[in-house]
Nanobody, 124 residues
Framework: QVQLVESGGGLVQAGGSLRLSCAASGRTFSSYTMGWFRQAPGQEREFVAAISQSGAGKYYAESVKGRFTISRDNAKNTVNLQMNSLKPEDTAVYHC?????????????????WGQGTQVTVSS
């Protein structure tokens, strides 16, 4: 069982930056592949980024590649999402998610545990 709590969302102007954090409970954090997803009103949940158990493998959606960076600290049970050059279309509720195992995947249905989400709003 893993509990996830996101933080760091807020309101920012286009071109600005935000850093999201996700704190995980449990002793086996390093056994989980971690992902970030987002969902805007009326839209489907969208993959943003994922990171392997060790942190060596990272996978990004094309829409955020070069602007967002995912990282993790297994000693602190945290995964972060640094978001730069934000655009109004990045506005959404951002969720972190965890799946047991090594495969770094973008399908939200393959993730077992989810946080409650944090709102990111980018104004133009």
């Amino acid at each position: 069982q893993v509990q996830l709590v996101e933080s760091g969302g807020g309101l920012v102007q286009a071109g600005g930056s935000l850093r999201l954090s996700c704190a995980a409970s449990g002793r086996t954090f390093s056994s989980y592949t971690m992902g970030w997803f987002r969902q805007a009103p009326g839209q489907e949940r969208e993959f943003v980024a994922a990171i392997s158990q060790s942190g060596a493998g990272k996978y990004y959606a094309e829409s955020v590649k070069g602007r967002f960076t995912i990282s993790r600290d297994n000693a602190k049970n945290t995964v972060n999402l640094q978001m730069n050059s934000l655009k109004p279309e990045d506005t959404a509720v951002y969720h972190c998610a965890a799946r047991l195992g090594p495969s770094v995947v973008s399908d939200f249905k393959l993730y077992t545990y989810w946080g409650q989400g944090t709102q990111v709003t980018v104004s133009s």
